[in-house]
């Protein structure tokens, strides 16, 4: 069926899955069919990128930008636009973000010129900044790119510029741990 | 996003993952997007409840009904149109099938009359069933469902009635399997 085809294309989701899918939703109403339909053929047409941040929301600037309530002096980079609801999720973090929509990657032919780093910088040209939060991934491809934007960034002397921390995560075991994780631990380690 | 919600609410996909699967749509062409909506919208028109079998299917009678190079004279019982396909995954049975709808169970207020059981056997009165497979799950249900359907046929003599083998799945750890599948494995034991 071609439902089973269409879900099976999608990452992480196997013919099982699809077949599984497919079956349960043969049991829903036409009209919940309809509105996943709908929300499928409009999701690009309702689908922004904030003009600030570029986050991905239903509205540009996104409605974190507009939110008053939030930090203005604080700025999340990270990545992509799924990392901003990672943190969200948290809700531990009151702050602004932006996306870079990447991360340095000579290797898949991606330079600072690809992302929106120059952006970024002019955000930091209104002196509203205080601090500059650099949440790109823990890999290769993300310290360049957290290391590559604090020099640029390092021009704005009352900014300050941090890197989220690296170490265990919360609930592993010490056992289990990598070498590179287990040696940021000891790195990152804190006075008790 | 209402892609996001809509995705949630299919079973096995949280929220994460219902985030991912739209953010990875996002950036796929909006033809794409038309098809998958397309399927989905048209999901209950282009599936047919097969008149001879009851599976799902795109035709009625279904393609394994008309195929005539299948074994018209076994019939494999099994509970529902997903059983099907998991058996046919598996390639080694080329008889035909018969999709019960449900098991009986009485705390459900299932019984036999719920299910596709007389239908069944006005198939068994056409005398060209040789073997009768019972496939329902191997759980009570599914027991007292074959146990049911084989005192029924029972009245067709020339007809051999089967059920498939219980026991451990292959692959699988003698030491972390369950009494009663131990215990049927010991019953269904075999010489070598």
């Known amino acids: 069926m071609r439902l089973i085809e269409a879900f099976e294309r999608l990452p992480g989701i196997g013919p099982k899955t699809a077949q599984r899918l497919t079956f349960y939703l043969l049991h829903n109403p036409q009209s919940e069919l309809d509105k996943f339909s709908e ?9 922004k990128e904030c003009e600030i941040c570029f986050n991905v929301a239903e509205s540009s600037p996104c409605s974190i930008c507009l939110d008053r309530e939030r930090d203005q002096t604080k700025i999340c980079v990270v990545e992509q636009a799924l990392d901003i609801l990672a943190i969200e999720r948290g809700g ?3 702050g602004l973000y932006h996306v870079l929509g990447g991360s340095i990657s ?13 952006e970024l910088i002019d955000r930091l040209k209104t002196g509203r900044v205080k601090e500059l939060i650099l949440a790109t991934n823990p890999n290769m491809e993300g310290e ?20 989220i921390g690296r170490g265990l995560p919360i609930g592993a075991d010490l056992e289990y741990a990598d070498e590179a994780t287990l040696n940021r631990a000891f790195e990152g380690r804190r006075e008790m």
């Open 144 to 163: 360049a790119t957290a290391m590559y934007i604090a020099k640029q960034a390092n021009r704005f002397p009352e900014i300050k510029i941090t890197r």
């Open 39 to 47: 929300a499928l053929k409009n999701l690009k047409r309702d689908t």
């Open 92 to 94: 531990f973090y009151q």
């Open 106 to 118: 000579p290797l898949n032919n991606v330079g600072p010129e690809e992302l929106k780093i120059r």
